[in-house]
DNA sequence: TGACAGTATCAGTACATGCTGATGTCAGTC
DNA sequence: GACTGACATCAGCATGTACTGATACTGTCA
């Protein structure tokens, strides 16, 4: 049992931006022209958040002619979900055995 | 399909010490002296997170005596795990066949 | 080769937020 | 009722970081 979750991969997908180019992404693969057209936001920013996504190893890049495709790696997305849950097992066991330290 | 993770939880839990006493809360109902203790971090801190985690409905309150429990939601949590899950499942089905938006 | 489009990098700014000391409040104990 | 311990609230400070404009790099096409 693990029961740690990754907290500066939960720090990179805590920003709105970043999940929102992780939820487009987790449907099709774009490239960051795409991105700009659907989340609005400038290039300039979209790059830096995607940079984080690259360096935090959430996202792979493809290289295509003068374009860039990103693509989420699901691993990376599932580990998260495994270990969102075990803890909430965890939790729900100590609630149901009514877990409780007592006060000094 | 939600499809959508909570950006607003995600980013109540991406702090590393809201992150730990979530992790300890799971294993064990404590108050914030047992938190004090297990943590190191000063009181008033830790009261200020703990605040973040009751506003944000990811912990309940039980008054004792002079002393306040502090009990984590497991359904938070595996709501949690669920949507990522699900993300998760989405990217793989587009990586699988490949899904990517053509350049124009 | 020059022009342009897609993308990345850099420096600066503004805002959010985590930490702290001081203080207030409430419950239990003498 | 005075005291102590558990906990919450407040104001101030400091750091991190999201956003921006300017600019550089790279590949494509005329």
Chains 1, 2 share one sequence.
Do not use: W
Not at 31 to 44: F, N, S
Not at 76 to 98: K, P
Request: charged share 25%; proline share 3%.
């Amino acid at each position: 049992m693990l029961m740690s979750v990754d907290t500066d991969l939960l720090r990179v997908l805590a920003d709105p931006l970043r999940l929102r180019i992780v939820a487009l992404l987790a449907r099709e693969t774009l490239c960051t022209t795409h991105l700009v057209a659907e989340t609005g936001a400038r290039q300039t920013n979209l790059s830096n958040h995607l940079k984080v996504l690259r360096d935090a190893g959430v996202v792979d890049t493809e290289p295509c002619g003068r374009f860039t495709y990103y693509r989420l790696k699901p691993d990376v997305i599932a580990a998260l979900a495994g270990q969102f849950a075990e803890l909430a097992e965890t939790a729900r066991a100590t609630a149901a055995a009514d877990r409780k330290r007592a006060c000094s």
